[in-house]
């Protein structure tokens, strides 16, 4: 069975840092790529970065460029997401998501992605 569990959440000052850490187990996702995605109250869920995880290649979305790095550990089987100079509009819960192929392109939308964590909340308060 096929788990993902992100941690690393909370409360955070305008312009501190969070790193976020997903867990995977029940499958090896060292050669698929991985994303972080955010949906903060009554909006849509949106994406925030992914690793495509044999290359290590990077994409992220441009209101969370040069602030955000998203990671992979191999030893660990985690992916990582460090915040940096974090926003009051970076609240909302962070979900860690695994794709089951390879793909193509920027794989930036939430039908891309086959397993999904259960999320973790950030709040940033001004």
């Known amino acids: 069975q096929v788990q993902l569990v992100e941690s690393g959440g909370g409360l955070v000052q305008a312009g501190g840092s969070l790193r976020l850490s997903c867990a995977t187990s029940?499958?090896?996702?060292?050669?698929?790529?991985m994303g972080w995605f955010r949906q903060a109250p009554s909006k849509e869920r949106e994406f925030v970065a992914r690793?495509?995880?044999?290359?290590?290649?990077?994409y992220y979305a441009d209101s969370v460029k040069g602030r955000f790095t998203i990671s992979r550990d191999g030893a660990k089987n985690t992916v990582d997401l460090q915040m940096n100079s974090l926003k009051p509009e970076d609240t909302a819960v962070y979900y860690c998501?695994?794709?089951?192929?390879?793909?193509?392109?920027?794989?930036?939308?939430?039908?891309?992605?086959?397993?999904w964590g259960q999320g973790t909340q950030v709040t940033v308060f001004s």
């Open positions: 029940g499958r090896t996702f060292s050669t698929y790529p």
């Open positions: 690793i495509n995880s044999r290359t290590g290649t990077t």
């Open positions: 998501a695994a794709r089951r192929t390879t793909g193509w392109g920027t794989l930036s939308t939430v039908g891309e992605y086959d397993y």
